[in-house]
Antibody
Framework: EVQLVESGGGLVQPGGSLRLSCAASGFTLSRYWMHWVRQVPGKGLVWVSRINTDGRSTNYADSVKGRFTFSRDNDKNTLYLQMNSLRAEDTAIYYC???????????????WGQGTLVTVSS | SYILTQPPSVSVAPGETARITCGGPNIGSKSVHWNQQKPGQAPVLVIYYDSDRPSGIPERFSGSNSGNTATLTITRVEAGDEADYFCQLWDSNSDDYVFGSGTKLTVL
């Protein structure tokens, strides 16, 4: 069974940092591109970042570019999202999601984790 | 960037057919995916590449995409289908993954 389990969320002050993790199981992580998507509770979904299979290629939404870093450790079956210079508008539930497309930009997100809540507030 | 427009809400009686639309300029030329999200839960993919259905998703769920509108159709609606539904695509012009604002399906 495919499972994605996020952790690391919490309350952080504006300007602070947080590192999210996403533990993958039930499939071979190294074969899949992966994404982070966030959602303000009660609002819509917003794509944050993607990473290719070996971690050498990453892309980011303009709103987080230069502040967030997406990385992966395929040996540990874990993804990471390092979030720096956090702002109030980064407050959201952060989901990791699997991309079955093998580099096809048009592919869907076929499995999602349960999410971890990040709250940026003083 | 590319904007996807969804109605905020759709209401149907049990056993009826629900149609949820997702509008965008020439969306028919793009690949559209649909996700279902129940309160407090992670999204679940219900339709991909316009009309394909993942394993485990009932045949009652179907999709179409043409012109400026993609549509998710749920036949013989059940109480358990009550959820938010988001359309999603990748916009090549902005290299951005775009989601619709979501439609809340209410089963009367």
């Amino acid at each position: 069974e495919v499972q994605l389990v996020e952790s690391g969320g919490g309350l952080v002050q504006p300007g602070g940092s947080l590192r999210l993790s996403c533990a993958a199981s039930g499939f071979t992580l190294s074969r899949y591109w992966m994404h982070w998507v966030r959602q303000v509770p009660g609002k819509g979904l917003v794509w944050v970042s993607r990473i290719n299979t070996d971690g050498r290629s990453t892309n980011y939404a303009d709103s987080v570019k230069g502040r967030f870093t997406f990385s992966r450790d395929n040996d540990k079956n874990t993804l990471y999202l390092q979030m720096n210079s956090l702002r109030a508008e980064d407050t959201a539930i952060y989901y990791c999601a699997r991309d079955p497309g093998g580099g096809n930009w048009n592919s869907p997100f076929d499995y999602w984790g349960q999410g971890t809540l990040v709250t940026v507030s003083s | 960037s590319y904007i996807l427009t969804q109605p905020p809400s759709v209401s149907v009686a049990p056993g009826e057919t629900a149609r949820i639309t997702c509008g965008g300029p020439n969306i028919g030329s793009k690949s559209v995916h649909w996700n279902q999200q129940k309160p407090g839960q992670a999204p679940v993919l219900v339709i991909y590449y316009d009309s394909d259905r993942p394993s485990g998703i009932p045949e009652r769920f179907s999709g179409s995409n043409s012109g400026n509108t993609a549509t998710l159709t749920i036949t013989r609606v059940e109480a358990g289908d009550e959820a938010d539904y988001f359309c999603q695509l990748w916009d090549s012009n902005s290299d951005d993954y775009v989601f619709g604002s979501g439609t809340k399906l209410t089963v009367l």
